[in-house]
């Protein structure tokens, strides 16, 4: 935090005002990509439904279901700490996003060694690519949306001193 500070002291205003605005505007993009994802969730929720049955596509369908009212909350927290500038809401957002990618993974490799094992047709196939694909979830959130919420919070913090 103190490389944080003494970095922003050598910039001028306005570049300050910029790297602000540019880090607001990403948390936003990241807020409207959490909740754009609600209708991803809903459509994978009905494939799933609609072309598996048994006790494991049920735990799926329900672990889908369970998933969508937390990625509105993080959505609304993103939102919420990008334009009001609450730190609070940015720190539980950050850890709301660290718990749905580590849940996204456990249900990507679920969904997926699913779909492969049951994959006799085209539909199941395709499934389990999505499924493997959401596997990546927590190194694709770690990589990117972490990384621009805490600089987002640590530039508010350090110009609030």
């Not at 937390?70 to 927290?77: D, E, H, P, Q």
């Not at 969904?111 to 999505?130: E, N, P, S, V």
Request: proline share 1%.
């Amino acid at each position: 935090m103190m490389v944080v500070t003494a970095d922003l002291r050598s910039l001028d205003q306005d570049a300050i005002v910029f790297r602000r605005r540019a880090l607001r505007d990403a948390v936003i993009c990241i807020g409207w990509l959490k909740l754009v994802s609600v209708v991803c969730y809903i459509i994978l929720y009905f494939l799933v439904h609609a072309n598996s049955q048994g006790n494991i596509a049920n735990v799926i369908q329900i672990m889908i279901l369970a998933l969508i009212p937390f990625i509105i909350l993080n959505g609304v927290l993103l939102f919420l700490g990008a334009l009001e500038e609450k730190t609070i809401a940015l720190e539980i957002s950050l850890w709301l996003c660290l718990t749905i990618a580590s849940y996204n993974t456990v249900l990507g490799v679920m969904g997926g060694i699913f779909f492969i094992r049951t994959g006799y047709y085209t539909m199941h196939f395709f499934l389990a690519i999505l499924f493997a694909t959401m596997s990546v979830s927590l190194i694709t959130v770690l990589c990117h949306d972490i990384l621009i919420i805490y600089a987002y919070k640590s530039l508010l913090r350090s110009l609030s001193l």
